[in-house]
T-cell receptor, first 112, second 108 residues
């Protein structure tokens, strides 16, 4: 199993809603990442978890709250988002010493 | 400015070779990658090169790395219409950083 699975694939939420994005991998990777990608732009790093601990937070607003409850699962909790937060949110994982980072297909988020 | 730079657009005819260029700034990068992204899709790893290599060939893909100039290129031989996509180069040290992406258009 070399997949990173992200759910949901699409999400539409209002600015007062609370929702969560989920990312799952069963490759034993201990580094997991959240990226945000706006249309026609490269992915931008948001958070890095290493061994279930947050190791990098790229100055992301607090309305995005990551959580890594176990080595296979990475969540991104969303609250009070703005329309400009609409984007493709990509999750990735990488094993220590591995060459390849595996990306999920992303969750396309629309904030209305 | 960005740590990884790419030209934004490339247009070629079907059957020609495509060369996509990238420059990076972090000499500590251990791996350099090329990803392909089709419209509405996630990122697909095409190939990677370790920083102590000069060249890597994988079927129609050839990656060249000039570590002195921090220049990376991806050559696609016999480009097909299905190769039309955005191609991102990326460098990895402690985390992965992407270039702006090059939109490749292949004309029949």
């Amino acid at each position: 199993d070399t997949e990173v699975t992200q759910t949901p694939k699409h999400l539409v939420m209002g600015m007062t809603n609370k929702k969560s994005l989920k990312c799952e991998q069963h490759m034993g990777h201990r580094a997991m990442y959240w990226y945000k990608q706006k249309a026609k732009k490269p992915p931008e790093l948001m958070f890095v978890y290493s061994y279930e601990k947050l190791s990098i937070n790229e100055s992301v607003p607090s309305r995005f709250s990551p959580e890594c409850p176990n080595s296979s699962l990475l969540n991104l909790h969303l609250h009070a988002l703005q329309p400009e937060d609409s984007a493709l949110y990509l999750c990735a994982s990488k094993g220590q010493g591995d060459t390849e980072a595996f990306f999920g297909q992303g969750t396309r988020l629309t904030v209305v | 400015g960005e740590d990884v730079e790419q030209s934004l657009f490339l247009s070629v005819r079907e059957g020609d070779s495509s060369v996509i260029n990238c420059t990076y700034t972090d000499s500590s990068s251990t791996y350099l990658y090329w990803y392909k992204q089709e419209p509405g899709a996630g990122l697909q790893l095409l190939t990677y090169i370790f920083s102590n290599m000069d060249m890597k060939q994988d079927q129609r893909l050839t990656v060249l790395l000039n570590k002195k100039d921090k220049h990376l290129s991806l050559r696609i031989a016999d480009t097909q219409t299905g190769d039309s996509a955005i191609y991102f180069c990326a460098e990895f040290y402690n985390d992965m950083r992407f270039g702006a992406g090059t939109r490749l258009t292949v004309k029949p």
